[in-house]
């Protein structure tokens, strides 16, 4: 570990050395309100531009920086299921699942492992290049201010990732962070979480540096009757390293550069099933907020996954996946211009890059020799342009937009060599390219001060990752082929809803949508353990989805709830799967959080959080049994700056089945209790 972590200070050092050599760092200071020379008051945010007037036309729903505090995991992604419709692949959290599993969607567009939601920190995404799943565990909730979830697909900048919706993650400011927070936990079966953070100001900026490293043997996945010699702990090791520097460089611009390092670490299932993550981001952001206000970004990500398959019947390895770089570039510029107080008008571009190819040597469980090496990836681009403007008439709002993006698919390949050294496959895949349109709009209306109505239509894109393009894999016994040939996802969908808020502790809200991807990519079985990915020709989604915040004094209720009834559409080859629920999504989700708050600092809280039951297939052949979950947390001060810390998961001890093929089942987090040290001055 403390090789990783030098190696991991000596690439992010750079950055530290900006945040302390261009902010002056007086002893104590942290807020971001200064005053310059001459008196007059610079603010400095270390956030985007602000919200456009319509942003509520879409169903949003925003998680404040208490409750991301509060996961009683310490799990960004715990915190994230608090809204109802919100999944993963699969129900395994960062520290047991497959890291190439965990895709983020939103409304029961699941049905792969890749994100269908567009994930955004501080503006920029997060969807790993190769893959398209998000490093969740390098994502701390303590760095983070608030989170804003858009359900429902459509979006401006970088659109053409946001198919079922967007996830925006705004990191907290120096004031939020104050000069130093950390905390310190463990959890009954040894393992420890631990995090810090020092956050400094200036006349004219601020700047924090964060770190965090989780460590533990694990819980057993596979259930004891199941079990053998070879079973393994889910075991994890895991760290990463943030830096953010803030600066003012007039009184209407400001900078931002970031960095991120993480690596991690997991064992899954059987002993030297061992798979990596790794990566080092960074970004540069500078704000405009005068009359023409502007958001230019820019960013480039280093990432690689590895990942040892081991025989389930022999219990020796049968693949190293050993190295998967890729490399993520790409930024945005986007401007309002003056247009009047009762108009915004955005127009912009955006680009992404997306390059990587996989190394991985088959081996064979009877004889331990090579018998194939692989070597596959290839290039994905995306241009777009696009224009929004929201116009606000008295008490309606309305708000449309559009967006050209120009994809291309290109520099595919496939090569194999047999155990000997052979060439027995050698596939160059032929370049496409072309444009897509998108659009979205909607409408405000404000009945009265207490009651909101709103609707909204949109559609969107999503580009197949490299992984399902050209990527084949084994969850044995089960074989996945890639697919060079994939097309375009496209969203079509449309929502109403209403908001009720007769006070400050009453909010209430409810939305009622369709939603359809055409040409969704599903894992579709053509054979007896064989699958391949394939466009079917579309999964449909209608639901609702109902939100609730109620304060009666020091108690309140925030609640959640999605009901969605989800058909996927087949024909010719796909027929089999033509009105089936897709694979990995429940008709059923909620989660309910009762809190209470005595006094200053004081908290304590539980999550009552339901999933409905899932099939695993496209087959509807192995179901994952609903699971009902309680959550706990509590904060309680010692002195000033200094407070006791305990977390409850899965305090009912529920079985969560997380994967089940053909009856080999893999379980999620069981009863899990932690206690320790927060810390803030």
């Known amino acids: 570990m403390s090789e990783r972590f030098a190696t991991t200070l000596n690439n992010t050092a750079a950055l530290i050395a900006l945040a302390a050599g261009i902010i002056s760092i007086p002893a104590g200071a942290s807020a971001q309100e200064r005053r310059d020379d001459v008196g007059e008051v610079i603010v400095v945010t270390g956030h985007g531009l602000s919200e456009t007037p319509a942003t509520p036309a879409y169903d949003t729903q925003v998680i404040e920086r208490e409750a991301l505090m ?56 997060m969807t790993d290049p190769f893959f398209g799943y998000i490093p969740f565990s390098s994502i701390a909730p303590e760095r983070l201010a608030s989170v804003r979830v858009t359900r429902g697909g459509g979006s401006g900048p970088f659109g053409a990732g946001a198919l079922a919706g967007t996830i925006e993650l705004t990191s907290a400011d120096a004031a939020s962070l104050g000069l130093f927070s950390g905390q310190a936990l463990v959890n009954d079966r040894g393992e420890t979480e631990t995090s810090a953070a020092l956050a400094f100001g200036g006349p004219r900026g601020f700047g924090t540096i964060s770190g965090r490293w989780d460590r533990g043997r694990g819980f057993y996945t596979t259930p004891e009757d199941q079990r053998s010699e070879a079973t393994a702990r889910a075991g994890f090791d895991a760290y990463s390293i943030s830096a953010r520097a803030v600066f003012a460089l007039t009184d209407d611009v400001e900078i931002q550069a970031s960095g991120l390092a993480y690596r991690d670490d997991r064992t899954l299932r059987f002993e030297g099933a061992d798979n990596s993550s790794e990566a080092r981001d960074a970004s540069l952001r500078v704000i405009g907020r005068g009359d023409w206000q502007f958001d230019a970004i820019a960013y480039v990500q280093s990432r690689d996954f590895s990942n040892v398959v081991i025989s389930s019947t022999r219990f020796v390895p049968v693949l190293d996946q050993r190295s998967t770089p890729s490399r993520g570039i790409g930024g945005k510029f986007e401007m309002r211009p003056p247009t009047g107080e009762n108009n915004v008008l955005r127009l912009g571009v955006d680009y992404r890059q997306s390059e990587g190819e996989l190394f991985e040597t088959a081996v064979s469980a009877f004889s331990g020799n090579v018998t194939a090496d692989r070597n596959a990836g290839g290039t ?8 929004e403007d929201d116009l606000t008439l008295g008490a309606l709002t309305l708000t449309a937009g559009a967006r050209a993006d120009r994809y291309t698919i290109r520099d595919g390949f496939f090569t194999e060599l047999d155990g000997a050294g052979v060439l027995v496959a050698d596939n160059r895949y032929g370049d496409r390219a072309g444009w897509t349109g998108s659009f979205r709009g909607g409408a405000l209306f404000d009945v009265s001060e207490a009651v909101q109505l709103r609707t909204a239509a949109y559609t969107g894109l999503r580009l197949p990752t490299l992984n399902e393009l050209y990527r084949p894999f084994v969850v044995f016994p089960v074989v996945t082929q890639a697919n060079a040939e994939l097309e375009n996802e496209k969203l079509e969908g449309y929502e109403v809803g209403v908001d009720f808020a007769p006070s400050d502790n009453v909010r209430l809200g409810l939305t009622a949508f369709d939603n359809k991807v055409k040409h969704a990519i599903a894992n579709v079985t053509i054979g007896t353990n064989l699958r391949q990915r394939q466009n079917i020709d579309a999964i449909e989604a209608q639901g609702i989805e109902a939100t609730a915040a109620l304060t009666f004094g020091v108690i309140s209720l925030d609640g959640s709830l999605a009901y969605t009834d989800a058909k996927a559409r087949g024909s010719d080859f796909a027929a089999a799967l033509d009105g089936n629920r897709p694979s990995q999504t429940p008709e059923w989700s909620a989660s309910a959080t009762l809190s209470y708050r005595p006094a200053s600092d004081w908290l304590f809280a539980a999550t009552l959080r339901h999933v409905g039951d899932q099939f695993e297939d496209d087959l509807e052949t192995d179901v994952l049994p609903a699971a009902t979950t309680l959550d706990a947390f509590a904060k309680i001060p010692l002195t000033s700056g200094v407070s006791i810390v305990l977390r409850g998961e899965n305090l009912f001890d529920e079985d969560i089945v997380t994967r089940n093929q053909g009856g080999s089942i893999d379980l999620g987090t069981p009863r899990t209790v932690w206690g320790g040290i927060r810390v803030g001055f």
């Open 70 to 125: 509060g996961a009683a995991s310490g799990r960004i992604e715990d915190a994230l299921a608090n809204v109802a419709g919100f999944q993963q692949f699969r129900r395994s959290d960062s520290r047991s699942a497959n890291p190439s599993a965990q895709g983020a969607t939103l409304r029961a567009l699941g049905g792969n492992a890749t994100s269908r939601a567009l994930v955004l920190l501080d503006g920029v995404p």
């Open 380 to 387: 994905n681009t995306d241009l777009g342009f696009f224009i």
